[in-house]
């Protein structure tokens, strides 16, 4: 046993750097070790066992490092009991956080290759950091889009970040939502309808996508209508989770766990379990 | 410049079609911008024309008395505006605006109907260009509907 990394299962006192709302019901937390500073590397996709004390542990993908490379953030929404307990988080205050955990996207797989990013509501939370890794070395990568669909033009997060996004780094980005009034002058309509409106070559592209699992079923199935293949779409799945490294098997999904395996799977991998109604 | 018939057969909707069908389509074609904020056509009103987008957005709006107008979706570059130039009794069951510059290919539903009762190959060739149109605007009102990033329903990570 190596006594120098902290038990997986021991979640670490972490301190609440800032908080800010995103949308009306998203928030986003920036935690920093307390006492001594411990490893900030996790790879994109990547998730944290979030401890409210007294109130529950809840896993949350890390949507970026912090800014001085000290911590992480972590993108919320308030759901239910515990992203409730963490939204009433001030600054200064301690949660208990365990990981980084699980798989990440597949950022070296896909060098050489366009990049379709496809992510739905608080799905674009686990998929900034890939984002950001794509940016970070753009040379390496052929066309990158996102698209990325929300609810409504005000449950969009990150509007701040797109024009960078476009401008500095050439990503192609369209946003739709749902349903909108007037005051809107963006898209309107599914995500999936935004595939044909963006260039890639489907024979060399790698596609990521999150979001609400029916949005994902359609997702992959317009892809591999516009030619890009199985084993290059990355999706992830989402089980409730316990202990997050695989041994109370809480998140088994078949044969695999979320929580060790996943949460990003290669869709070929999961196909025949992705549209079950219950697993 | 480019000939009517040139831009016509470039756009997705039209790619592929022979040429005997190319000229006829272009019979009832006419070129036709509108500026941001102008009605294409109005919900109720008679459908007398079909529209392909070159460039620009439009938004197809629902108006319910005594509620804001809705926006239900938007077409853009690439996309057709409109089927019920073709499918009896011919209104419009929306509203459509332009959202910004739009320029279009405007064409005749009633000449359009007419070259395709005369000839049930261009027919043909018409609807099944627009039926997979109809299907997926078919597939993205029930995701609509079913509001899947919504609290309750089984969200993605
Ligand atoms: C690997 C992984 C990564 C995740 N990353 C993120 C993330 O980055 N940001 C984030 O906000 N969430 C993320 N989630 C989801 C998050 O873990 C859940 O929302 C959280 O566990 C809900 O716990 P709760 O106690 O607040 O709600 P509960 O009290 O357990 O649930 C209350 C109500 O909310 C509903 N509900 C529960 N979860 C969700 C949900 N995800 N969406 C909509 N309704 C829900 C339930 O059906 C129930 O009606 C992730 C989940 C997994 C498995």
Redesign the pocket.
Known sequence: MNFSEPDPMVPQPYKVRQIWQETHD?FSLDLEPKGPSLHSEFAPGQ?NMLYAFG??E??????ACSKNGDGWI?????????????HQLREGDTIGLRGP??SAWPIDESKGSDVVIMAGG?GL??LRPALYALMESRKNFGDIALLYGARKPEDLLYTDEFESWRGKYGVQVRVTVDNADRTWSGNVGVVTTMIPRVNFDPLQTVAMICGPEIMMRYAVLELRQNGVSEENIYV??????KCAVGFCGH?QFGPAF??KD??VFRYDRVKPLFSLREV | MKSLQSIIETHPFFKGLDEPYLELVTGCASNVRFNAGEFIYRQDEEADTFYIIRQGKVSLEICQPGHEPMVLQTVSEGEILGWAWIVPPYHWKFDAQAVELTRTIAFDGKCLRNKCQEDHGLGYELLSRLLPVVGKTMDASRLQLMNVY????????
């Open positions: 998203t998730f109130v529950g809840v896993p949350i993908s890390i949507s972590h993108t919320i929404r308030d759901v239910g009991t515990v992203t409730h307990a963490l955990f699980g608080i939370a686990p992830t799945m989402e089980r409730n989770m998140c979320i929580c996943g949460p | 919504g609290i309750k329903s089984s969200e993605g990570v």
